[in-house]
């Protein structure tokens, strides 16, 4: 049956389902491995690795977690930034049958620590790096890991440039390694590209597991099987059409035609699936990007990489979009090859499409999705005559979307009206890792269907474009990231001299939202916002830490005592 958003705006060629994604996610690499064998996956410091590289270094990983005992459904981490041996890893965890557990490397030993626990990580990929290692090292204790694989970036460089790198000592590398802990390139040197044989049900097994705050603040894994992913990415393949010269509109040609830029990081499903994994579907190059700020001026080195290789696809945030505009040498650099550009964790400013489109001569086109959904929901048609600025598009292939009542999350309301947002599709999660009364709260049946319940409020428009008003949810988006209000207070409950602590999210012309903390100190105390600011940089990772501390002698509460966040962010809105 027809749906509202099929009408006149509905991307032509677009079908309204999307197929053929029932199979292991590992066959993406397979398939492109099968068919471009020697063309170009990964470039990094201008070493390549084809297709058959990568396959193969994921086929011998697999043997070597085969053969450290991991089995079927265990899970193994990634604690790496977008580093050439991140495909290798994740493919080869998946083709040992594991599932894999992305980690924010930017995580200190108690976070990380979190998630190999909840988890249940049994073996975890480390990048050899003063910090990085150091992190590792203190998160692996009562935990579960048994593996720990440390990845050189010497490895995976020109001979050159290793050679150079390890002499004048500018390669990363840790101050010393735990025994027992293995270097990657010995690990892949040493097994045989033979994956152990398995039996897999995409629709059921998981793939992976990825944390995020939800619906509630309170970190948990969601888990996304070989079919949620692979439907995202195969539902983007029939989606992105565009145009090149005087050619219509084009699905993305496969076997090299196009190089991504992965400035976005993996270990988040934004990066992931529409970065790493959708390149790899279509044969696509790919630029490894670990740090997207480096350079002076910052970000220098992500217009040196869009000019060097040639980039023709980007998918970034806002922040990364408003970054480049404003860059003061960006007249300098050629970014005429880029023709797509997908957007989304926050609003676009028009004013910023508008020039960085005008810069490159590209189209960017904003969507909509959380960790839960793998993560794409809404996407506007990649057209620039048929795409609405303002809105996030329309619904997905296959997907169907119902704006229900805030209360019950039950009662479908009129077109037009504001509701939260309900989705039901095959990108949809398994569930909460280890979650059984999270997920009650956020699934629905609704006339026979399983929907999520987003925790984002919005309407459909008259042509079934998505507008998003308003979030449910107390989360803040920092740059892209998301910062939750309930993990940061519990840190600053740990300060002796904190009676009541809320924190809530304030607008921020540079990352969009930035955090703000509000402290209701115990009888008797003083305290100085640079102390506590001290104190949170020890504690959380930079996106999560207070931009601004505001000292109240009360804090508003509700009749049973709980600190109302909302009337303290419409304050702060005020006073902004």
Same mark, same amino acid.
């Given at each position: 049956m027809p749906k509202l958003w099929h009408g006149p705006k509905w991307p032509e060629g677009v079908p309204y389902e999307v197929t053929g994604y029932e199979k292991p996610l590992f066959s993406i690499l397979d398939e492109a491995a099968r068919d471009y064998p020697d063309s170009? &996956?990964? /470039?990094?410091?201008?070493?390549r690795r084809t297709f058959g590289q990568v396959k193969d270094a994921a086929d011998r990983l697999a043997a070597f977690l085969a053969a450290q005992g991991i089995r079927p459904k265990d899970r193994a981490a990634i604690f790496l930034p977008n580093l050439p041996h991140y495909p290798e890893i994740f493919f080869g965890i998946l083709k040992a049958g594991g599932v894999c557990v992305t980690c924010n490397p930017l995580y200190n030993a108690s976070e990380l620590n979190f998630q190999l626990k909840d988890s249940g990580a049994r073996?975890?990929?480390?990048?050899? #790096?003063? *910090?990085? =290692? !150091?992190? !590792?090292?203190?998160?692996?204790?009562?935990?579960? $890991?048994e593996t720990v694989v440390i990845c050189n970036v010497k490895s995976h460089l020109p001979m050159m440039k290793a050679l150079l790198g390890s002499l004048l000592g500018k390669i990363p590398k840790a101050l010393h390694h735990e025994p027992g802990h293995l270097m990657y390139e010995d690990v892949v040197r040493s097994a045989r590209p033979e994956p152990p044989t398995l039996s897999i049900d995409p629709l059921k097994d *998981?793939?992976?597991?990825?944390y995020t705050g939800g619906t509630t603040g309170v970190p948990k894994g969601a888990c996304l099987s070989h079919a949620n992913l692979l439907s995202n990415v195969l539902s983007t393949e029939q989606w992105v059409r565009l145009r090149q010269g005087s050619k219509p509109p084009q699905m993305i040609e496969k076997g090299g !035609? #196009?190089?991504y830029i992965g400035v976005l990081p993996w270990y988040h499903s934004f990066g992931l699936t529409l970065c790493m994994l959708t390149s790899c579907r279509n044969a696509s190059k790919l630029v490894c990007i670990p740090d997207p700020k480096a350079g002076n001026p910052r970000f220098t080195e992500v217009? +040196?990489?869009?000019? +060097? &290789?040639? $980039?023709? /696809?980007? $998918?970034?945030?806002?922040?990364? =979009?408003s970054a480049l505009v404003n860059h003061p040498l960006i007249d300098r650099f050629d970014l005429s090859s880029i023709v797509g550009c997908g957007s989304g964790a926050a609003p676009l400013p028009v004013e910023v499409i508008r020039q960085f489109e005008e810069k490159t001569g590209s189209v960017i086109f904003e969507g909509y999705g959380l960790t839960e959904t793998s993560p794409v929901i809404t996407l506007n048609p990649t057209d620039p005559d048929t795409r609405k600025i303002g809105s996030v598009g329309m619904p997905y292939l296959s997907v169907d979307i119902k704006i229900v009542d805030l209360d019950t999350?039950? *009662?479908e309301l009129p077109q037009g009206e504001d509701g939260e947002i309900a989705v039901c599709g095959p990108q949809v999660m398994l569930g909460y890792w280890n979650k059984a009364g999270a997920n009650q709260q956020v699934f629905r049946q609704i006339e026979g269907k399983r929907y999520f319940l987003t925790g984002d409020i919005g309407h459909f428009d008259e042509e079934g474009f998505v507008i998003i008003t308003d979030r449910k949810k107390d989360m803040i988006i920092v740059g892209g990231f998301n910062a939750y209000p309930k993990e940061i207070e519990e840190v600053l409950y740990t300060h002796p001299k904190v009676a009541l602590a809320a924190v809530v999210g304030v607008p921020d012309p540079h990352t969009g939202e930035a955090v703000k903390a509000f402290i209701q100190l115990k009888p008797g105390e003083t305290a100085s916002e640079a102390e506590f600011l001290e104190f949170c940089r020890t504690r959380l990772s930079g996106y999560k830490r207070p931009r601004t501390i505001e000292f109240r002698e009360n804090l508003p509460t509700s009749v049973?005592?709980? $600190?109302?966040r909302r009337v303290l962010r419409e304050e702060a809105l005020t006073k902004e």
């Open positions: 170009t &996956y990964t /470039i990094f410091n201008d070493f073996a975890v990929f480390v990048m050899d #790096h003063p *910090e990085f =290692y !150091a992190t !590792a090292v203190k998160a692996v204790v009562d935990s579960d $890991v *998981e793939a992976l597991v990825l !035609a #196009h190089t217009l +040196k990489s869009i000019e +060097k &290789y040639k $980039v023709t /696809i980007m $998918v970034g945030v806002p922040t990364i =979009y999350g039950m *009662e049973v005592g709980k $600190v109302l």
